[in-house]
């Protein structure tokens, strides 16, 4: 802007000064001069004109200046003050805190000289430790749900599956007839009439054939299905092998001196310690009984394929038999058994596989039972001191022992539904090998087929209802439970017999002498060295000797569980009369009911001491 009025300045100068020079020398007329003048004039006004509008322009850039600078100077007054706000409470918080580390210090110099212990510290600690029992709990519940919403997703997509292998299989059975009518139409236009009449006395081998490989393919299925399952057993046994050694690592061990929720702490928290331990043990219980539904269903499923192959080895042995006169038919046989035998030899390694997990659970289910007792006898002496104090806290701990009382009962019948177990897997096993001797000894029926089912004994009177329901060999079918599995709610004397009738029901099928020759005497004597027995025969002796060695040191476990048992029981017998004195009518009807209990256990005791003998005189 000032060089503009500079300028400007100039040009008003040379334009004197021409005009000057202009009227020096010009002598011309006056309307010239005038003319001149008026044109000097304008451009004056014009010169005058433009000088006010820079004027005006310079004031407006200094007004927009002072505004800047007065913005400027307004937004630094804010930043500071605001800044001296937060100045001001970063002090009152300092000195907040350095009055709470002076208190601090005074309270541990205080706590340190007189020995005490901050009650408000120990409360907030206990308070926090409640919480987080509540919330574990909770999340175990809500784990539990969805594990369960799992297991139907899964049920659903394994039906799913087996109905598209079923699908799959009749599309094929189909599409294998209607190769054989090409076929036999091809046949009967460019053959005569004996090569036709030959052929079709053939094609029932075939078509046995066909149908014993769609078998074999059941077979596999079941197989991996098995499979899947079993891995998912183990996966579910090393889950909660993790939360339980958590949980024992939270809590403390069982047989501990002071574990962390009862070193000094209140009644309470030992209640919910126990309550605790109780509900993991019956979750526990209830896991073993799911379990134990599974195998059922497949041990039924596996059974009625069993029969079916049965039923189809002896129809492809009697059309086999008629049809056996070509030499190339007869390789297509043998390569046939050959290849089902493989796929038996299989199935035997699945069944090995199962029974090695079923000895998985019963080694899970001693080492619960264990620390149940260990847990059994601990409650009972929290019980005796509880009565001897007060009667609110006898009656929590009563409670206690009946819910204990019936977790054991539950894990003894779950023992005895895991022995029914391994004793039908090992009939299965004996019919499937029976079987494939009897297909390995030129197709004919063997008669040990039905010495296996005088074996069977108890088992074979449930399978004659099944056998008719046979069609559905993919969906086994689903009969009623004996007894209840998992929380179910029962009277202890029908827990007590379910449980005893559970225990005993191998010992009526495997080994049931009818006298001292008996029938089945007729069957075990082409195993006995002085009889005409095979190779495969003896193997199949030395299988079943070690088949009976096992279940032997099994009932000896078994045993010892029940002698510890029964002493625990003694144990707390004796503890609660030296407590109590058993005086009044509670104490009489304690009485009665531990002496039932201890006649129960006895039994069940005997019964087993005389199956083991039975066994040991079978296996001598």
Known sequence: ?????????????????????????????????????????????????????????????????????????????????????????????????????????????????????????????????KVAKDVSVRLHHELEKVEEKRTKTEEENEKLRQKLIEVEVTKQALQNELDKTKESQKRKGSK?????????????????????????????????????????????????????????????ELDSTHPKGEAGGPPTT???????????????????????????????????????????????ASSGSEAMGGQGGGRALGDDLTELRQQLQLVEDEAELLRRNLADAEEQNKRVTGELNKLRFKAGTHEGGARHGGGSDGAKMEALQEELKAARLQINDLSGKVMQLQYENRVLLSNMQRYDLASHLSLRPSPRDSDAESDAGGASGRRESDEDSTSSRLLPPHRKREGPVGGESDSDEVRNNSSSSR?????????????????????????????????????????IRVEAERLVRTIDRLIADTASVISDARVYVSNGDLMLGRGGEEGAEDDGSRIREHELLYRINAQMKAFRKELQAFID
């Not at 800047?68 to 307004?74: I, Q």
Request: aromatic share 4%; with cysteine; hydrophobic share 30%.
């Open 1 to 129: 802007m000032q060089s503009r009025l500079d300028n400007m300045n100039v040009e008003e100068a040379d334009v004197e000064e021409e005009g000057r020079a202009v009227a020096e020398p010009q002598t011309g007329t006056v309307t010239q001069q005038a003319l001149d003048g008026e044109m000097e004039m304008d451009e004056m006004e014009r010169l005058l004109e433009e000088n006010e509008d820079l004027k005006c322009e310079i004031e407006e850039m200094r007004t927009e200046m002072d505004e800047m600078r007065d913005t400027f100077y307004e937004e630094d007054t804010c930043q500071l003050q605001e800044m001296r706000r937060e100045l001001e409470r970063a002090n009152k918080n300092c000195r907040i805190l350095q009055y709470r580390l002076r208190k601090a210090e005074r309270k541990r110099l205080r706590y340190a000289q007189t020995g005490e212990i901050d009650e408000e510290l120990l409360r907030s600690l206990e308070q926090d430790l």
């Open 192 to 252: 005569d009439i004996q090569k036709p009449d030959k052929k079709s006395a053939q094609t029932p081998t075939e078509e046995d054939n066909e149908d014993l490989k769609c078998q074999l393919a059941f077979i596999k299925e079941e197989a991996v299905l098995m499979r899947k399952k079993t891995a998912k057993i183990d996966k579910e046994k090393d889950r909660l092998e993790q939360e339980l050694q958590k949980y024992r690592s939270f809590y403390g």
């Open 270 to 316: 030992r209640e919910s310690e126990l309550k605790l331990r109780l509900r993991l043990v019956e979750e526990e219980a209830n896991i073993l009984g799911r379990k134990i539904v599974e195998l059922e269903v497949e041990n039924r499923g596996l059974r009625a394929e069993l029969d079916d192959l049965r039923g189809e080895g002896e129809g492809a």
């Open 503 to 543: 225990c005993l029901t191998p010992t009526r099928g495997l080994y049931t002498p009818t006298g001292p020759e008996g029938a089945s005497s007729s069957t075990l004597a082409r195993f006995l060295p002085g009889g005409r027995c095979s190779l495969p025969e003896r193997q199949q002796m030395i299988d």
